[in-house]
């Protein structure tokens, strides 16, 4: 009886172990735990302000630019950091002047995966920054998700730098 638990040990073991060699050093399919990047670039969109010649009680708010949120490999956790919180002020005070913008969210994923599973966490990822903002008290019928899964990639799928990059959330104002 001893050598069958052994012997189912030494299995496991050496599964366990082959498996993780084969998924992580070869595949190199194991990412470390990262936590988000944030990016934000400005446009330099200025929607005109009042033409009458008199001056108006406040200034237009720019455009904001896109910010593109990155997320570890098939996660879709989100923790908002001083970038985000700037991009929501920023936003939320054009949404408040320009009743016809909406915030776009447009969810995407990296290459491993069913095109099925990487649509839906794609989505996932747009619903965390949807409830985010919501929550931030941007309305509901203010903002509008999509996901991409892994079309439109932002960079090469067959480097592992280039899947990081590619599974991302952006964020954009529409007019």
């Known amino acids: 009886m001893k050598i069958l638990i052994i012997g189912f040990l030494a299995f496991f073991g050496w599964s366990a172990l082959s498996t993780h060699l084969y998924v ?3 595949k190199g399919l194991c990412v470390e735990p990262v936590t988000i990047q944030t990016e934000m670039t400005n446009n330099k969109d200025v929607i005109a302000g009042v033409t009458s010649g008199k001056p108006s009680g406040h200034e237009q708010e720019a455009l904001p ?11 879709s956790e989100f923790n908002s ?7 929501f002020d920023k936003s939320n005070t054009y949404l408040d002047q320009n009743p016809q913008a909406r915030l776009s ?5 990296d290459a491993i995966g069913s095109n099925e599973y990487n649509q839906a966490l794609g989505y996932r990822r747009a619903q965390r ?3 985010y903002f919501e929550s931030k008290g941007i309305p ?13 990639p ?3 799928n067959n480097t592992s730098a280039g899947r990081a990059n590619n599974r991302r959330t952006e964020i954009t104002i529409k007019k």
Do not use: H, P, W
Not at 65 to 75: N, R, T, V
Not at 81 to 87: A, E, G, P, R
């Open 24 to 26: 992580c050093k070869i």
């Open 65 to 75: 630019g896109k910010l593109s949120i990155y997320f570890a490999f098939d996660k």
């Open 81 to 87: 950091d001083s970038v985000t919180d700037k991009y």
């Open 105 to 109: 969210i447009t969810g995407y994923t």
């Open 129 to 131: 920054l949807q409830n």
């Open 140 to 152: 509901a019928n203010k903002v509008i998700i999509e996901s991409k899964g892994e079309k439109e």
């Open 154 to 156: 932002a960079e090469d």
